[in-house]
DNA sequence: TGAAGAATAGACCGGTCGGTCTGCACGGAG
DNA sequence: CTCCGTGCAGACCGACCGGTCTATTCTTCA
């Protein structure tokens, strides 16, 4: 029981921060939302923004298994694997009503008021493109990309270009703008 | 006078806006900032989503003065006025800060709870998206764009990357992810 | 069995939120 | 001059916010 409660929180408040936001979140509401007294959800975490900060760290474990499931798929070429990433976050989206990334609805809610969400949002951003950024060098040596382009830049551009795609595909509720995204990027990065 | 008081909230509602978002911009705070009374406030606008939706309207203002401005400059190619635009809106975010984009921040933050901000913000981005494809597509009709390409596909892929550009300069306080996306469109786009 | 700490439980708190209400100042129209 | 609409002014309101506190229950292990 010990672990339920808090992974229930956590769980629950990775779907309403999505949906909410943060500052819209209340604590009242997620409580009710999991049938948890409040000094429960105290006793686990300090304050809402201990809880939130937590939420991201469980939203990036999901991230790295999806980069693991992906990126470590070695029978496809190094360029594939990259787009498969994105196009089961892509699914994930789809899954969850089009509410777009954690990441990008805190990042930029957040970072112009809280350092601590600055810092912790543009971290997770890193980590990511740094993963991705060593499989677009496994291509780059292949050939599969002009040797002169730098694999870090071209990584943190596309996770960019995504967090965009991805508020775009919010707003309409749909994935055009997801794989429009991803057309033009590998078209672009590959010739 | 008339106008004033209700200029100056609109004014510093945008600042404010950017900054904190739309849910930790207090009224109580706007008021003090501009010294203004709380019945001036609610004499000027129904209530707080009122307000915050003539902010966007106002801000839209601009960004059409700024499309003005670049895309009808007819000394210069279509699609160096386009980037031009851009290049305008990343001056005017170092400006402020690196705050990013109104657009996105109250995008990203209502999209998921609000229907009236989501269609509100998905109309703009249209609207500048609209714009940017009459040139594209001027662009394309003097061969400096593949006749394959649809303009208006195009230009809501800038649009989308340039917001999560302007995500991630936010995060980092630099220009430098909106360089990039620029400089890989633009070179991508054209050849 | 009993002591101790973890976890649950919810009443309660001060502060702040968005919003309302009433009254006053002012300026043009009759 | 009065009248009336517009704008300024701020006290006030109930609701709700995040967070605290104390008490109780469960779990574990000596």
Redesign the pocket.
Known sequence: ??R??KERLLEAGLGMLLQHGYND?????LLEKTQ?????F???FK???DFALQVIDRYMVDVHKGLDLSLGNSSLPPLDRVRRFFELSRDKYRDEGYLGCLLGGVGQELSGVSEVFRRKIETCFNAIAERVAECLEEARQRGDLPPDRDPRKLANLLVDCWEGAALRSRLRGAPDPLDAMLDFYFSAAAR
């Open positions: 029981m010990t339920s409660t979140l209340g604590i009242q509401a948890t007294p409040k000094g429960s105290y006793h686990h304050s809402k923004e």
